[in-house]
């Protein structure tokens, strides 16, 4: 490969992962100086900085993202579920809570091995660059991607432990765009944020099939016996997120006082599905006798 | 050196140390989870705050819920649901404890005999097991459920069947009853009032019907811990073993420790065998390792840890079959959306069963609105609507199966969860070498290499798949029958939560952990007494009541091999667990 459709890869790839949007695209978040190419001397200097720049751009990427999936598992009366095509006049996952819950989740408590975990993100970082998916756009992007990359794979290399919400955004990012390259451009800083439901389904169904393409490249970063692991994590993964999601939204997480362990408001969930009407109860009048009368039998 | 170390606290560990405890041995219980001394004070009744799998109190995972959850490799969508703690997976059954079918031991020769999972079978007879069918029986106690309307809708579907009530303990053909179940039926003010300030004990005893099974029960408020509705073995056996000295004229009460994993079974040679010495463990708080021996070892941390142990103490593996032959009931879930009110997810979470040898069964299912929603979305035929993921049959129920999601779960249950009633499909199994735990490649965990389990669940043998696309019909049928408007098939990836047979006895050596003693054949002095000693899937019934009469059996050929004692099921007549001495001293004891 020539250095030029390596370079044409490497952006196309992080346009895909969402991050050169997010970073500096329309209402990116880095200041465009910040990834003025500096002179090669100065280069090991403003790294540091720029990686320190890089980790909230990163976050609120995953953020967005995860809107965007959790919208998918609950719809309400927000923008991502109207960007889906299924808006609501009822409360949906963004008033439940339910991308904080994910978040939570995911960089605090899924306990996924660190040794996975950072494969997993070289691997998304590294090693999907020629997927040879045309993406109508990316040359508007920025200039300024030599350093954006650097600045990604710094991060991804060292030693700070790397929030889960990361790789997996930066997944359904790329499957995204694979399902619909015009996503890598529109409102928010997500790609999969911008797909319609069916999309996102489709999406999920690259995921889950038995022949995923992403399965397979992610693959190739890892040695047997662990490539085998990894292809069955992620499918086991792209069913997790939505069980995960959905499992969420009707929780009462965003509405719980864990430290006096009671609720501060009628959860989202509660309320969709008429559950407990006057809250937590210690018994309900429900008992209506024993069938035929029958209180015991024997043989 | 102790006479006996028991690894585990779960649905068996604690009915082989109550037993033992009884004829004063001394007996050691490692629990490698925490100890929910003072539900009142460590529980809720919310979901996420319950069964959250990572952070919630009822996970797999050490006492200090800041510290991440026991990480466990699966190779497909599926999920493996098993919790750490005292009372291990039964903090959060639902109790019910019907018999194995008859036919999936060695003795049965009724017309369809051949149509069972005939080359696992038990290694001896029904016969043999129904005296600790009933030791086990009347120990819970198990009794015959309450009904609310949930169970109601469902007998009116099972009417519809052409089927017969079942009247007896054993299942003789297809039919259908109220689960026999190991929760105290409801007295006093209980099932008859929502008002909580009438809900406290002894005004109300039993099940007070708060739909709470899931989360734990403790109820009802004030009851001593012997007392609660529930009989997970945290309410049940762990206080008798705890206390045995009180109930059991040579009594000796067990230790049991908590936060304790057993990262090592000690084996040497004695007289030509490789015998059982001990255990070392594990504290999950201050990582210390601690090491006892015992004359006997007897292991209870669950089909999927078990095996793990096994590996991790390079225990000796003759004939390939530790860890295989791992069965599910391969579960499905079929929801019926009604025009009236269905009482779900009221009382018990599930009081009413129809039972259909030699294919499996169906029990009607409550659910709170999260682990709906967690129901409702775990398939393996993608989203409906969207795609199939090669799947998403069709069959009785509306469309092809699949999740119901998003915008269309979100209308489901638009009118109400109380509009709704779920159906467990349970399927008779086949024990299948393929299904099993091997070491996971990702890396180890503090307590060694981590378990793996496959299933391979698009391969299942002939039977197996039949037996579950007959099962999910009949469910759909059933609610069609009740009155059910619309009617969902999800086709569920595996939920493994009935797990059986993974160190299972047998007949045959070659394909068998255990002998019929359900001691280990390679290793001398070490028994297993949970769920992975049972020689195959029950046909169907829920396992626990099998596997308690099991090591209740287990106990005394433990007593009769090791400690020259005699067996004492025949002649004895078992204390209940909720013996008001059992309380008393509970009370001393500060639990
Ligand atoms: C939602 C749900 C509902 C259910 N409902 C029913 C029902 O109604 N009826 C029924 O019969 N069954 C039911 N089951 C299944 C039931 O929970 C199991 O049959 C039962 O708990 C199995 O008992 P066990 O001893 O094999 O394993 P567990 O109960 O899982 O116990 C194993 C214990 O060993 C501990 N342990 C593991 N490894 C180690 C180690 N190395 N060192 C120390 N300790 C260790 C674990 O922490 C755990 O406490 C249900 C399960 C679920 C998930
Ligand atoms: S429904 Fe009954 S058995 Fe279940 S938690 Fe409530 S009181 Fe206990």
């Known amino acids: 490969m020539s250095n030029s459709t390596a370079a044409v890869g490497r ?55 995860l809107n965007g999936l959790s919208v998918f598992a609950l719809p309400g009366p927000d923008p991502y579920s ?32 660190d040794q996975l975990a950072k494969p997993i993100g070289a691997a998304l970082a590294t090693g999907l660059a020629d997927t040879g998916i045309e993406l109508p756009g990316t040359e508007l992007l920025p200039a300024e991607l030599g350093t954006l990359d650097k600045a990604l794979r710094a991060l991804l290399e060292s030693d700070a432990t790397l929030p889960l919400s990361f790789p997996i955004a930066g997944m359904l990012n790329l499957l995204a765009t694979q399902v619909n390259p015009l996503a890598v451009n529109g409102a928010f800083l997500s790609p999969f944020a911008r797909l319609s439901y069916a999309e996102k389904a489709r999406a999920f169904q690259l995921l889950e099939g038995p022949d995923s393409d992403l399965v397979a490249l992610l693959d190739v970063r890892f040695p047997e016996p662990l490539k085998n692991s990894v292809s069955g994590l992620l499918k086991f993964v792209g069913g997790a997120l939505i069980e995960f ?21 009628r959860p989202v969930g509660w309320e969709l599905t008429g559950y407990q009407p006057d809250g937590p109860v210690e018994g309900w009048d429900e008992f209506i006798g024993y069938y035929q009368g029958r209180t015991e039998v024997r043989d | 050196m102790r006479d006996v170390i028991i690894i585990g606290a779960g ?108 080359n696992h079978r038990f290694p001896f007879s029904y016969a043999e097991m129904v005296p600790y069918f009933e030791w086990v029986e009347a120990t819970a106690p198990v009794m015959t459920a309450a009904m609310g309307t949930k169970e109601a809708v469902f007998f009116r579907g099972c009417e519809t069947l052409g089927l017969p009530v079942q009247t007896t303990k054993t299942t003789l053909a297809p039919s259908y009853r109220p689960q026999e179940n190991a929760i105290l039926q409801p007295g006093g003010n209980a099932g008859r009032t929502s008002d909580r300030n009438l809900l406290n004990y002894p005004d109300a005893t039993g099940c007070t019907f708060c739909g709470y099974c899931f989360q734990g029960c403790m109820r009802p408020v004030g009851a001593p811990r012997n007392q609660f ?34 990262t090592r079974i000690h084996t040497e040679r004695r007289a030509g065998a490789l015998t059982a010495t001990g255990v070392t463990w594990r504290d999950n708080a201050s990582g210390e390792e601690r090491r006892e021996d015992a004359k006997v070892v007897v292991m209870a941390g669950g089909c999927t840890e078990n095996p793990r142990l096994w590996f991790n103490s390079g225990l000796p593996n ?43 069964g169906l029990e009607n299912v409550g659910l709170p609105p999260a682990l709906n ?53 349970i399927t008779d199994d086949d024990v299948e070498p393929d299904n099993r735990v091997v070491t996971s490649a990702l890396p180890a965990d503090e307590n060694g290499p981590i378990p793996k389990v496959t299933f391979q669940h698009r391969a299942r043998t002939a039977r197996t798949t039949r037996n579950r696309e007959f099962m999910a019909r009949k469910a759909a049928e059933l609610l069609r029958g009740a009155g059910a408007k619309k009617v969902f098939r999800i086709d569920w990836a595996p939920l493994i939560l009935h797990v059986q047979s993974s160190m299972r006895m047998g007949e045959s050596e070659r394909d068998s952990v255990l002998d019929s003693g359900a001691e280990a054949r390679a290793v001398r002095g070490l028994f297993i007494a949970d769920n992975s000693a049972l020689a195959n899937s029950l046909g169907g019934p829920n396992p626990t009541l099998t596997t308690q009469a099991l090591a209740t059996r287990t106990a005394e050929k433990i007593f009769e091999r090791y400690f020259g004692g005699d067996p004492w099921v025949r002649g004895g007549s078992p204390v209940v667990s909720t013996d008001p001495r059992i309380s008393a001293r509970l009370g001393e004891l500060g639990l």
Not at chain 1, 245 to 265: C, H, I, P
Not at chain 2, 398 to 412: C, F, I, N, Q, T
């Open chain 1, 11 to 65: 952006r196309a790839f992080l346009a895909r992962l969402g991050l050169l949007g997010a970073a500096v695209g329309v209402g990116g978040l880095l200041p465009r100086s910040a990834l003025a190419p500096p002179a090669a001397a100065a280069q090991n200097d403003v790294l540091p900085g720029l990686v320190d720049l890089l980790r909230p751009v990163l976050a609120e990427l995953a953020r967005d993202t």
């Open chain 1, 82 to 113: 109207a960007a889906q095509g299924t808006p609501s006049d009822t409360p949906g996952a963004m008033e439940a809570g339910t991308t904080d819950f994910l978040i939570d989740a995911l960089d605090n408590f899924v306990p996924f091995p």
């Open chain 1, 245 to 265: 999601a959905s499992f969420g939204s009707y929780t009462e997480y965003a509405v719980f006082d864990a430290r006096n362990k009671q609720l501060t408001a």
């Open chain 2, 11 to 118: 649905g068996g560990g604690p009915v082989v140390a109550k037993e033992l405890a009884a004829q004063g041995l001394d007996v050691l219980v490692l629990e490698a989870g925490p100890r929910h001394a003072k539900p009142r004070e460590q529980w809720t009744s919310f979901e996420n705050d319950a069964n959250n799998p990572l952070s919630g109190y009822f996970r797999l995972g050490p006492t200090d819920r800041s510290e991440p959850a026991w990480f466990r490799e699966w190779s497909q969508n599926s999920f493996v649901w098993q919790l750490s703690g005292v009372g291990g997976t039964t903090q959060h059954f639902y109790g019910n404890y019907p018999r194995a079918y008859p036919g999936v031991f060695n003795d049965y020769d009724k017309a369809d005999r051949n149509e069972y999972d005939v």
């Open chain 2, 229 to 262: 509705a529930k009989r997970s073995t945290d309410n049940s056996y762990v206080p008798m073993a705890l206390t045995a000295d009180v109930w059991a004229p040579a009594g000796r009460p067990v230790d049991l420790l908590t936060d304790a994993y057993v």
């Open chain 2, 318 to 360: 003759p004939n390939d079959w530790v860890g295989r032959g791992y069965t599910d009931h391969f579960f499905d879930w079929v929801i019926g959306s009604f025009d009236e009110y269905t009482g779900n997810p009221k009382g018990v979470g599930s009081s009413a069963r129809l039972d259909f040898p030699p294919y499996g």
């Open chain 2, 373 to 425: 929603a967690f129901s409702t979305t775990l398939s393996d035929s993608g989203i409906r609507g969207q795609y199939g993921n090669g799947r998403g049959p069709t069959g009785p129920w509306d469309g092809p199966a699949g999740r119901v999601m998003g915008p269309e779960l979100k209308e489901l249950v638009a009118g109400g969860l109380d509009r709704l009633l779920s159906v467990l499909v």
